[in-house]
Nanobody, 127 residues
Framework: VQLQASGGGLVQAGGSLRLSCDVS????????MGWIRQPPGKEREFVAG????????NYADSVKGRFTISRDIDKDTVCLQMNSLKSEDTAIYYC?????????????????????WGQGTLVTVSS
């Protein structure tokens, strides 16, 4: 699977950005998709995920209520709408894909849940 992320940039605190990920090589309807970020000087961390099973979503506590992950199966795209951005949201954001777990209760919670990564897109939030 190939992943192409776009939409990063510089935004003021409180502003919004929308990241997009174009998916190719495998049908989106069978993939677990997500966004992972790496803040400066820190390790990669889970941001949001969306399951192939019913489009169930999960979010890191730090972004709940501010970020929304969505997918368009017909267009093979996954988006991350980011609102009320904070300086601590500054990071390289990666689109990621993986094989969805068969368990209906599964929720992605970490980078290890994803096996394929695209190139990152930089999001910088100025305070």
């Amino acid at each position: 699977v190939q992943l192409q992320a776009s939409g990063g940039g510089l935004v003021q605190a409180g502003g919004s950005l929308r990241l997009s990920c174009d998916v190719s090589g495998r049908t989106l309807s069978r993939l677990l998709m997500g966004w992972i970020r790496q803040p400066p000087g820190k390790e990669r961390e889970f941001v949001a995920g969306i399951r192939s099973f019913g489009g169930i979503t999960n979010y890191a506590d730090s972004v709940k209520g501010r970020f929304t992950i969505s997918r368009d199966i017909d267009k093979d795209t996954v988006c991350l709408q980011m609102n009320s951005l904070k300086s601590e949201d500054t990071a390289i954001y990666y689109c990621a894909a993986g094989l969805d777990d068969l368990s209906p209760r599964f929720l992605p919670t970490g980078p290890a849940d994803f096996g394929s990564w695209g190139q990152g897109t930089l999001v910088t939030v100025s305070s």
